[in-house]
């Protein structure tokens, strides 16, 4: 677990911030009743309210399930040409239109990373979003070395889209999209997931872990939907001392509305830094 001591909620405990997946890792159920236990106590030794278990099956007896995320996932093909018959039949005309119509160009290129931040920070402004810091994606690729993927997609020269996906053992998890709202490209997003399947299949990996998308989230989720990935609903839990209540950290709150239209209108020289110091705050 991770201390998360939050400017905008309470303080918490969670497994795994910034991550799909997390929780409970026992090989039985008493195991795991005594890493419960343990946490429970830990939490009220540290004085946090509320512990998030991102549990892909629920583990703690007790605690009730949070069904607010599904995770997306299916295998690869196992040969290149055959990775555009994944994606169902619109979807894959719109990669195939993106490819011909704009002429696009791709690269994986590891020293492209700060290209690939700048256009996914735009996104998360777009998205009324905080963005995570440049220097936790160079911490993250320092650590994971050729496991960090970069992708660039350019348009004319210029770039258009980056991705950035985590790799293990013969999994894909493209995780960090970016986009520039001022190109308007139809089939882009198609294009680069598209493309990453195609060098992952490539180079020898056999599946693809769309990542989770919030159930509320209908763009996202339904895109990945239309892609030719069915949801399975996480099982999250939660656990909140007495007399707590659990802090209300979704993007989708009203209580958030007024903060996001502020958000969208304000220019990249703000939203970079600070929602790199408010990221700290959301466990995302």
Not at 150 to 177: E, K, W
Request: glycine share 8%; hydrophobic share 45%; aromatic share 12%.
């Amino acid at each position: 677990m991770f201390d998360v001591r939050s400017v905008v909620a309470s303080r918490m405990l969670v497994s795994m911030p910034y991550a799909t997946y997390g929780g409970v890792l026992a090989d039985d159920a008493d195991a795991g009743g005594a890493l419960i236990q343990a946490a429970i106590q830990l939490a009220d030794q540290v004085g946090a309210t509320t512990i998030d278990l991102r549990s892909e099956f629920a583990a703690a007896p007790n605690a009730p399930i949070v069904e607010s995320h599904a995770t997306f996932r299916r295998p690869l093909p196992t040969h290149v040409d055959e990775v555009a018959s994944i994606f169902p039949r619109k979807a894959r005309a719109a990669a195939r239109q993106a490819e011909t119509k704009f002429r696009l160009d791709v690269s994986f290129d590891s020293g492209a990373l700060p290209i690939v931040w700048r256009l996914y920070s735009r996104s998360m402004r777009r998205l009324a979003s905080p963005n995570y810091p440049l220097r936790f994606f160079e911490s993250l690729r320092g650590a994971l070395g050729d496991r960090f993927l970069t992708q660039v997609v350019r348009c004319d020269g210029q770039p258009v889209a980056g991705l950035i996906t985590f790799l293990h053992r013969r999994t894909m998890m493209p995780y960090f999209l970016g986009l520039d709202e001022r190109r308007s490209l139809y089939g882009l997003s198609h294009f680069v997931y598209l493309k990453c399947m195609a060098w992952g299949v490539a180079n020898g990996y056999r599946e693809f872990d769309f990542g989770r998308s919030r159930r509320e989230n209908k763009g996202a989720f339904d895109f990945k939907r239309h892609c030719g990935f069915e949801p399975t609903i996480l099982q999250y839990q939660r656990y909140v001392a007495p007399g707590a209540r659990a802090p209300d950290l979704s993007p989708g709150s009203a209580k958030w509305a007024v903060a996001r239209r502020v958000w969208r209108g304000l220019p990249l020289a703000i939203t970079r830094p600070l929602g790199g110091w408010l990221a700290k705050s959301i466990p995302g």
